[in-house]
């Protein structure tokens, strides 16, 4: 048993001092993950900071048509909201496609950004783990592998960011803001999560004594043609072998005017890549233009002994989910003949 003491934070920069002056406080927001981590002894705060009734649990529309997701904000009550349903419904997909009703209920926006891996071996102190002791060795590169990352990985980690609703946000060039001694600052969607290299141990660019209080979405919601598209062992309540975020604005019916792909669970973060978007761009809705765009982004993918299959799961993945978003057939097989 290890004790630890617990605050209740009363205010975003009460938060902020809290955690600023107990390097080993953590905050708990929903405790969906962090608790089962404690549980284990993998994670072992000192002190537990609760956030979860800061008032950070609102969707407000923002001067530039887009919306403010408050931290707090659980995973169903997002998912279910108008404003998401209708404008951002590949977000709402995403978030629907993670987890249970219960776990949604409780999950925060915030604690799903800030979820750590599930790679079995981070979970299991009798295994060497980089991620969770820095310079013990990664027991995934030669073990069981099968769920792991085929793109960004480093000789320290191949572990994978496991969030569903993270990969419809990094489609969608969301926006995190955080606050912390210094201030506030906004952290792009691509640069908050960080690729393994040789410091596996940080999944983020948030600062230890930062608290994440919003997300922000941009006007561009997609909301025609999108499709999420999570490939998993079981339908429900399973993390995503690979998922992909794929929308497109069309041009009539048959040019791509704007196009954005990000997949999940195929590395440390969610992974996307210019180039692949631009060859979607200008192009003609079809098969050879969306299996170039699934070349291109899998371009470096690398396997490993028991996860190589996952390259050319996730090449099918895109195009599939690519036809079903321009046929605007999100969750199901495409009706429309794509040439
Ligand atoms: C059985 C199971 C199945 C799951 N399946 C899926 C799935 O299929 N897809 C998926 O996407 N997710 C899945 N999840 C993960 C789940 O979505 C996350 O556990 C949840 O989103 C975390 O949110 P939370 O509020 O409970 O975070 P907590 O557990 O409270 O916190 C998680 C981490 O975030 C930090 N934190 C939380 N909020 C903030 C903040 N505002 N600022 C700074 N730090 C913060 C905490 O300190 C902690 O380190 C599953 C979880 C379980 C247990
Ligand atoms: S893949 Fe990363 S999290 Fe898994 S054992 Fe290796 S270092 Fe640890």
Redesign the pocket.
């Known amino acids: 048993m290890i004790n630890f003491q617990y605050t209740r934070a009363s205010d975003v920069a009460d938060a902020v001092r809290q955690i600023a002056a107990d390097p080993a406080a953590?905050?708990?927001?929903?405790?969906?993950?962090?608790?089962?981590l404690m549980k284990e002894d993998v994670?072992r705060p000192l002190r537990l900071i609760d956030?979860s009734r800061l008032p950070?649990k609102t969707v407000e529309e923002t001067a530039d048509g887009g919306l403010r997701i408050g931290?707090?904000v659980p995973?169903s009550d997002l998912a279910y909201h108008p404003l998401i349903a209708q404008r951002y419904p590949m977000l709402a997909s995403a978030i629907l496609?993670?987890?249970?009703a219960q776990?949604?209920n409780?999950?925060?926006t915030?604690?799903?950004l800030?979820?750590r891996t599930r790679c079995s071996y981070f979970y299991d102190l009798a295994t060497p783990c980089n991620k969770r002791e820095p310079g013990s060795g990664c027991s995934a590169i030669a073990g069981l592998n099968r769920m792991h990352a085929i793109l960004g990985t480093s000789e320290a980690c191949i572990a994978t960011h496991?969030?569903?609703?993270c990969v419809a946000l990094a489609a969608l060039d969301a926006k995190v803001h955080v606050v912390g001694p210094a201030g506030g600052r906004v952290i792009a969607f691509s640069d908050f999560h960080r690729l393994p290299e040789n410091t596996p141990q940080r999944d983020t660019n948030?600062q230890p004594n930062?608290?994440?209080?919003a997300v922000e979405l941009p006007a561009r919601g997609f909301a025609a043609n999108w499709t999420y598209l999570k490939i998993r062992d079981r339908l429900s309540?399973?993390?995503?072998l690979v998922s992909v975020a794929a929308a497109l604005e069309l041009e009539g019916d048959n040019t791509i005017k704007e196009a954005r792909l990000a997949l999940g669970s195929v590395a440390q973060k969610p992974w996307r890549d210019p180039s692949a978007e631009a060859a979607l761009r200008g192009q003609a809705v079809n098969q050879a233009t969306f299996t170039r765009a699934a070349d291109l982004l899998l371009h470096d993918a690398k396997g490993f002994e028991h996860n190589a299959f996952k390259i050319d799961l996730a090449r099918r993945a895109i195009v599939r989910a690519l036809t079903q978003a321009a046929a605007g057939t999100p969750q199901s097989q495409s009706d429309k003949k794509i040439r």
Not at 210 to 213: A, D, F, S
């Open positions: 953590k905050f708990i927001a929903g405790g969906t993950n962090l608790i089962d994670e956030i950070l931290a707090l995973n496609a993670g987890a249970s776990l949604r409780m999950a925060s915030g604690g799903n800030l979820q496991p969030s569903d609703m948030l930062e608290i994440v209080t309540y399973a993390f995503a």
